[in-house]
């Protein structure tokens, strides 16, 4: 069995799974640049009923392009944007994939919302792309 840890930067917010994640994807949306202050988010989502946090968090909210609500979650001591809850993936959640410890080796899926993608920000030749989200 494989467990996945993860902690923010001052390690008083920890994410644990048993399991791999169902979903992995790099997202270029406005939402994700921001609240990371990045070019984009690689985000693994992980089901519910299989993960653990443990620590204080804070949330910033935002209203997506399909009227969803989708929240970035951090730690309230360092800040360090942890999680990626939204109500159009209601069961999962997502862990920032530079938060996640090694083994755990990135295997994006997909690239979401590339019409939003920065210049100079290259994806890999084949990778699975959307101009906005999965449909």
């Known amino acids: ?3 996945v840890v993860a902690s ?3 390690g008083q917010l920890k994410f644990e799974a048993e399991s791999e994640p169902v979903l992995e994807l790099i997202c270029h949306c406005p939402d994700c640049q921001d609240a990371l202050q ?3 988010a690689n ?3 992980f089901k519910l009923g299989e993960s653990l946090v443990k620590g204080e968090l804070a949330e910033k909210i935002y209203l997506a392009e399909s009227g969803n609500e989708t929240c970035r979650q951090y730690c309230v001591h ?3 944007v942890m ?3 939204s109500e159009g993936f209601p069961n999962l959640l ?7 410890y090694p083994p755990f080796e990135s295997r994006a899926m997909c690239h979401v919302f590339v019409r939003d993608k920065k210049a100079g920000v290259e994806i890999p030749e084949g990778m ?3 101009e906005t989200g999965i449909s």
């Open 1 to 3: 069995m494989v467990k």
């Open 8 to 10: 923010c930067q001052c």
């Open 38 to 40: 990045a070019d984009f």
């Open 43 to 45: 985000i693994a989502f």
């Open 78 to 80: 360092c800040e360090t």
């Open 83 to 85: 999680f990626d809850r």
């Open 94 to 100: 997502g862990v920032m994939v530079s938060q996640l």
């Open 128 to 130: 699975k792309q959307y």
